[in-house]
């Protein structure tokens, strides 16, 4: 897990509340992605960043939203729009696509959401 | 369009035997393949990759996975299995052509080690 911090590890909210997971990084890496993990779904991305103030909506994006005003800081806010925000999110890092090489992500520990 | 199968969802294997997890992939063009381990309630942690050249690639904790491009399949094998090994298991790929970065991850395969 190292370099990439997610806080906290455990979080309860009540339906209709808005809520933001944080992730950091001290990769000096350029992008960064948040998933979702449900069991037997395996990961599905919500959104990812190449660069600082830049972001693409992945394949669940409805009922999230994100930031990228710090290249080390991708929080993600999980909505009162997200249907089904119970889940296991997982935040990730690569160095980036400028470099020739092709770069494996690396992720964080993870923050289990519960909803009630 | 990319994607990744992951057709067993758990393997059973005896510490000692050989196992193998299975992977196939869909993309266009010539992939790049990754396979990433998790512990219960921890993020992924980077197994090996297969960008180019041999096709058998070796990674971390004394895994490897060879790359067949006509069966389009990239399994994880290990000789030898441990009980530590149980863990869940995910195949990733991305599109050669991609410049976006993202992965396409498999459904995970939840590998178990009897003793």
């Known amino acids: 897990d190292g370099g990439i911090t997610q806080s906290p590890k455990y979080l309860f909210r009540k339906e209709g509340q808005n809520v933001t997971l944080s992730c950091e990084q001290n990769?000096?890496?350029?992008?960064m992605y948040w998933y979702r993990q449900d069991p037997g779904q395996g990961l599905r991305l919500i959104y990812y960043?190449?660069?600082?103030?830049?972001?693409q909506k992945g394949d669940i994006a409805e009922g999230y939203s994100v930031s990228r005003e710090k290249k080390e800081s991708f929080p993600l806010t999980v909505t009162s729009a997200q249907k089904n925000p119970t889940a296991f999110y997982l935040c990730?890092?690569?160095?980036?696509?400028?470099?020739?090489?092709?770069?494996?992500?690396?992720f964080g520990p993870g923050t289990r959401l519960t909803v009630t | 369009a990319q994607s990744v199968a992951q057709p067993e969802d758990q393997v059973n294997v005896a510490e000692g035997n050989p196992l193998t997890v299975k992977c196939t992939y869909s993309?266009?063009?010539?992939?790049?393949l990754f396979w990433y381990v998790q512990y219960p309630n921890r993020g992924l942690q980077f197994l090996l990759k297969?960008?180019?050249?041999?096709?058998l690639v070796k990674g971390s904790y004394g895994f490897e996975a060879e790359f067949n491009k006509s069966q389009t399949s990239f399994h994880l094998k290990k000789p030898s299995a441990l009980v530590s090994d149980s863990a869940l298991y995910f195949c990733?790929?991305?599109?050669?052509?991609?410049?976006?970065?993202?992965?396409?991850f498999g459904r995970g395969t939840q590998l178990t080690v009897w003793p």
């Open positions: 990733a790929v991305r599109g050669r052509g991609s410049t976006l970065g993202r992965l396409y």
């Open positions: 993309v266009s063009g010539n992939p790049y």
């Open positions: 990730a890092s690569s160095p980036g696509t400028r470099f020739a090489q092709v770069d494996e992500q690396y």
């Open positions: 297969y960008i180019t050249g041999d096709n």
């Open positions: 990769l000096n890496h350029d992008a």
């Open positions: 960043s190449q660069i600082v103030n830049d972001f």
